[in-house]
């Protein structure tokens, strides 16, 4: 088992990971899953934590269903069965369980505690890690959220069997964007080795101890940890523009063509934008790509925006990635 030490909880990857969780001491436990985690997933995390829940919380997969309504249900849940404020949620899912979950507990009597299972590559290596909760709200991808660290986060590589092609892929992206934005030796290595032959256990400790670092220096995202959002500028616009036309879309995909598309933004040369952009669309299934007045709406309430300037993180080099940069409409429109 590897561990990641953060500054307030550990991050442990590997077999034995479900059995280090640390749950004698709550009144009551309560479990968050999906249809498919409640499936796939729940009888293993069961037999391998030796956990016996009082509740279990079934609430709808995907991104569209990671509202308030979803948050409402999970409260009602708990207040239903007298969860006081020394009890557990343990959530047990992807990015959304993980986001919305985390949340929902935080805000839950003030908060009550909570541990992140994550059982997609891209909660793995991305969601679990960082302390960012929150729930979409009017079709802008995480709108209402805060910033509160779990107990723990214990990742089962196992899980990954559970999961499509499509969803590993997606995962992927953002362990591209760890490589792309903090570690140029990674990143040619993940360049030059086919995704069959990885090693996940390897690459999701190597990937979560990239952003731990960055976390590490800058919790509240005031200013290295905005270096995270490469590819999510244009990226969530593109999950947002994709979740209200209601069509299937993971947020990795919606990720990788972030990425393209910022790199074109970045100021590296045309071999290093090409060897990039190269790559991203060998390995990456990329969606159609909107216009850009098609994205406008939602890149004008992005997060990260400030006086209605439109912020990105961009990339310096392979490897290397700057942050607060504000662009014009008509600097963006010269990529679309």
Known sequence: MKVVHSSTYDIKIGKCSLQ?????????????????????????????????????????????????????????????????RKSLLINLGGGVIGDMGGFAASCYKRGIDFIQVPTTLLAMVDASVGGKLGIDFDNLKNQIGLFKYPKGVYIYPLFLKTLSDRQVLSGYAEIVKHALIADKNYCHMLMETSIEKINWEETIHHSINLKNDIVESDPFEENKRKILNFGHTLGHAIESFYLKKEKDILHGEAIALGMYLETELSPLNIEKKKEIQDYLKSNFNLVDCPSLNQLLPFLKHDKKNEYDNINFSLLDDIGSCSYNNDLSIEKIKAIF
């Open 20 to 84: 280090t969780i640390q749950h004698s001491s709550y009144s009551a436990i309560a479990i968050l899953v999906d249809e498919h985690t409640k499936t796939n997933c729940l009888d293993i995390f069961l037999k391998e934590s030796q956990i016996n829940p009082k509740l279990i919380i079934e609430i709808c997969s995907g991104e569209e269903h990671k509202n308030i309504s979803s948050c409402e249900q999970i409260w009602q849940q708990l207040t239903n069965a007298k969860f006081d």
